[in-house]
């Protein structure tokens, strides 16, 4: 390694703030990219971008809010250009498994001239605790626009020990990885996991997309983000993910995380924990 920095963007997120931890555990120099960070990253915002890519070699990125939303193409162009043009070489991008959209984002980045690596990772573990999906587990009921559609729901340590090798490894240049846990479960199934290791009832209900979309509308949720959510739970989830892959052992020598290895360990935090 060199005296560069490891530039992680969403360096503060799911994936991307563990992949900053296993990289400082190895000695290895990071700038986080976020918009809290010092020099501030903002995908949204060009004038920030110079700044985080200075004395940077390599980059871990992670595009917000996701590679789906409408513009991600053209931005992952312009930033993957800007990052050669500085001398930055080693790119690897989080994409996701079964978009096209984010398959046109990775075709953008690859046109750069980078040495990359593609990650394609299914739905996270983590969207249960960590993501939109935690508070309906905390309720105690969850409510989507899913019933028998299976996904090979994956850890985000998984995805973060993978793209920790794709950084320091030459040896990823050029693949795309698609990463999913060991097995396919319907979004039922992991509610009934996590109620099982948490003991408690939660209950889990299919709902029409629509009245969803409308629900999150009336939280709150801003539209792009309501839009998006549409988008995956209609045209991501309709069984096209619904298989299993040998990547996570291919790069890594062991079979990924067990999704109630997950739900185990997860409950012992008490996040799922009903508030007093």
């Given at each position: 390694m060199?005296?560069?920095?490891?530039?992680?963007?969403?360096?503060?997120?799911?994936?991307?703030?563990?992949?900053?931890?296993?990289?400082q555990?190895?000695?290895v120099?990071v700038?986080?990219?976020a918009?809290?960070?010092?020099?501030?990253?903002?995908?949204?915002?060009?004038?920030?971008?110079?700044?985080a890519?200075?004395?940077?070699?390599?980059?871990?990125?992670c595009?917000q809010?996701?590679?789906?939303?409408p513009?991600?193409?053209?931005i992952?162009a312009?930033?993957?250009?800007?990052?050669?043009?500085?001398g930055i070489?080693?790119?690897?991008?989080?994409?996701?498994?079964?978009?096209?959209?984010?398959?046109?984002a990775?075709?953008?980045?690859?046109?750069?001239g980078?040495?990359c690596?593609?990650?394609?990772?299914?739905w996270?573990?983590e969207?249960?605790?960590?993501?939109?999906?935690?508070?309906?587990?905390?309720?105690g009921?969850?409510?989507?626009p899913?019933?028998?559609?299976t996904?090979?729901?994956?850890?985000?340590?998984?995805?973060?020990?993978?793209a920790?090798?794709a950084?320091?490894?030459e040896g990823?240049?050029?693949q795309v990885?698609?990463?999913t846990?060991?097995r396919?479960?319907?979004f039922?199934d992991?509610?009934a996991?996590?109620?099982?290791a948490?003991?408690?009832?939660?209950?889990?209900?299919?709902?029409p997309?629509?009245?969803?979309a409308?629900?999150?509308?009336?939280?709150?949720v801003?539209?792009?983000?309501?839009?998006l959510?549409?988008?995956?739970?209609?045209?991501?989830?309709d069984g096209?993910?619904?298989?299993v892959?040998?990547d996570?052992?291919?790069?890594?020598?062991?079979?990924?995380?067990?999704f109630a290895?997950?739900?185990?360990?997860?409950?012992?935090?008490?996040?799922?924990s009903?508030?007093?």
């Amino acid at each position: 390694m060199t005296d560069k920095l490891t530039l992680v963007l969403g360096g503060t997120g799911k994936t991307g703030r563990r992949v900053a931890a296993r990289l400082q555990e190895r000695g290895v120099a990071v700038r986080i990219g976020a918009r809290s960070a010092s020099p501030s990253f903002d995908w949204t915002d060009e004038a920030t971008w110079a700044t985080a890519l200075a004395n940077v070699d390599r980059i871990y990125v992670c595009f917000q809010p996701d590679l789906a939303v409408p513009g991600s193409v053209e931005i992952i162009a312009k930033f993957s250009r800007l990052a050669v043009d500085a001398g930055i070489k080693r790119l690897v991008l989080l994409s996701g498994r079964g978009e096209d959209e984010a398959e046109a984002a990775e075709r953008a980045l690859q046109a750069s001239g980078a040495d990359c690596t593609i990650i394609r990772a299914s739905w996270f573990f983590e969207n249960f605790s960590e993501g939109f999906l935690a508070d309906g587990i905390v309720s105690g009921s969850v409510f989507l626009p899913t019933d028998e559609v299976t996904e090979p729901f994956i850890s985000c340590d998984d995805i973060a020990d993978v793209a920790v090798a794709a950084l320091l490894d030459e040896g990823h240049v050029g693949q795309v990885y698609s990463l999913t846990g060991p097995r396919l479960m319907t979004f039922a199934d992991a509610v009934a996991e996590i109620a099982a290791a948490a003991n408690r009832r939660i209950s889990y209900q299919s709902v029409p997309v629509d009245d969803f979309a409308a629900q999150l509308k009336a939280d709150g949720v801003p539209d792009d983000y309501v839009e998006l959510i549409r988008y995956l739970f209609t045209s991501v989830l309709d069984g096209r993910n619904s298989s299993v892959t040998s990547d996570v052992e291919r790069v890594l020598g062991r079979r990924p995380r067990d999704f109630a290895t997950y739900a185990r360990e997860t409950a012992a935090t008490g996040v799922w924990s009903i508030a007093a």
